[in-house]
């Protein structure tokens, strides 16, 4: 029950602040992936700013895998390079809140952009991580796009002696006008480190649209 209280008040509240999310489906050959994710201002001087991100995959075979994932971060922009973050991941039915550096950057035209978060989490033993995404779009005619977006993240324990997860998720395919895009898929998650590391991946087609 408190499980289902905290999803719905993260999706309740980006439902509210931000008027266009994108919102993707991965088919994959291992399980089903629903994730959404947006940016927004929340001041005119684009000062102040909210990212959130939510992640929910449906193993086919094992309930045990099925998975749940959303984080929150507001950020004030010191420069246009650099900003500091606050705010917490749910994951594994546990809220870690955080603290962290932003590093955003986007070229002239626009069609390519790069967000780094190194951050801490806020416990009693702190893990440490570095999150990312890029995303380059560039327009090939009138119609058509090529898209590809990239998530990244690293994490290891408080005395950075140990790996304790690792995960990409990369998208690759085209974009018809400003509709949706779509593609090939492929996630991939290392977790542990030596003799206890495992590793999965999955592959499929992806849909992507803005709502």
Known sequence: MKRSIIIISYLLMTLKVCAQVPVEVLVGHEQIQ???FFFKDLDKKQKLNLFSMARFAVDYED????SSFISSQVTY???????????????E???APLVALSYPNINE????FINLFPMVFVQQRPDYELFGMAFYAPQLNEKWSFFSQLFFGTNVNHQFNRHQFS???LRV???????FQFGLGLDQNMIGSGEGYTYSNNIGLSIRKEL
């Open 109 to 112: 035209k626009g069609d390519f």
């Open 93 to 95: 039915q546990e809220v």
């Open 173 to 179: 395919g085209l974009g018809l006008k400003d509709w």
């Open 34 to 36: 629903h994730e959404f």
């Open 77 to 91: 922009n010191l420069t246009p390079r650099w900003g500091i973050s606050a705010g917490a991941n749910y994951a």
């Open 63 to 66: 309930a045990n895998l099925n």
């Open 167 to 169: 995960y990409q998720q």
